[in-house]
């Protein structure tokens, strides 16, 4: 039973254009939520995170906005440059638990 | 700072083998993680741990095994390997903690071992 979800496997983007990176959730007891980014032969490294009160945080290029009654939440990047070329995982936490559930991920390409 | 080292990079096993995948850190984390990724598929927690001595299953223990006997080290245990085992396998610490607006609990990742289970 997947409880978070990355419908999308692909997206490519045109570089200096805005990506949008989409995330669904299941379970109402999440109350964290963190993005991931991974290039190949590498771990992931964390990105930007939103907890369950809020519906936007900002970093930089990267915002991250919740919708808690459609639970779902998504990632925008931009401008988009090459370098952001990676997958990106979603992942949320039950609330009180040390358990952070994945998505399986979306491939970003931003062509240059 | 190291962060999360993990060894081996790569290998190989034939089936019924066993071996110990070593994690380590040196961030001072509470937390520690090991994940599998199967191709196509995201990451799914095999067994964590909330400080040493203390472990848990997590989604896909079966055929597992793991101990925490200091803060530093978590390895992981692959006995009578199958090849459904067969993955990258990505070990994860964090500080834990239940406060915001600090980042407690982002995760910080080891580079994987490849694992291939003929």
């Known amino acids: 039973d997947q409880q978070v979800k990355q419908n999308s496997p692909s997206l490519s983007v045109q570089e200096g254009r805005i990506s949008i990176l989409n995330c669904d959730y299941t379970?109402?007891?999440?109350?964290?939520f963190l993005w991931y980014k991974k290039y190949p032969a590498e771990g992931p490294t964390f990105l930007i995170s939103i907890s369950s009160i809020k519906d936007k945080n900002e970093d930089g290029r990267f915002t991250v906005f919740l919708n808690k009654s459609a639970k779902h939440l998504s990632l925008h990047i931009v401008p988009s440059q090459p370098g952001d070329s990676a997958v990106y995982f979603c992942?949320?936490?039950?609330?009180?638990?040390?358990?952070?559930?994945f998505g399986s991920g979306t491939k970003l390409n931003v062509k240059p | 700072n190291a962060g999360v080292t993990q060894t081996p990079k790569f290998r190989i096993l034939k089936i019924g083998q066993s071996m110990t995948l070593q994690c380590a850190q040196d961030?001072?984390?509470?937390?520690m993680y090991w994940y599998r990724q199967d191709p196509g598929m995201g990451l799914k927690l095999i067994y964590y741990s909330v400080g040493a001595g203390i472990t848990d299953k997590g989604e896909v223990p079966n055929g597992y095994n793991v101990s925490r006997s200091t803060t530093e080290d978590f390895p992981l245990r692959l006995e009578l390997a199958a090849p459904s085992q067969t993955s990258v396998y990505f070990c994860?610490?964090?500080?834990?903690?239940?406060?915001?607006?600090?980042?407690?609990?982002?995760?910080?990742f080891g580079p994987g071992t490849r694992l291939t289970v003929t």
């Open positions: 994860a610490s964090s500080y834990g903690g239940m406060t915001e607006p600090t980042r407690h609990y982002e995760q910080y």
């Open positions: 992942a949320g936490r039950k609330y009180n638990f040390n358990k952070f559930y």
């Open positions: 379970n109402s007891m999440f109350d964290y």
């Open positions: 961030m001072n984390h509470n937390y």
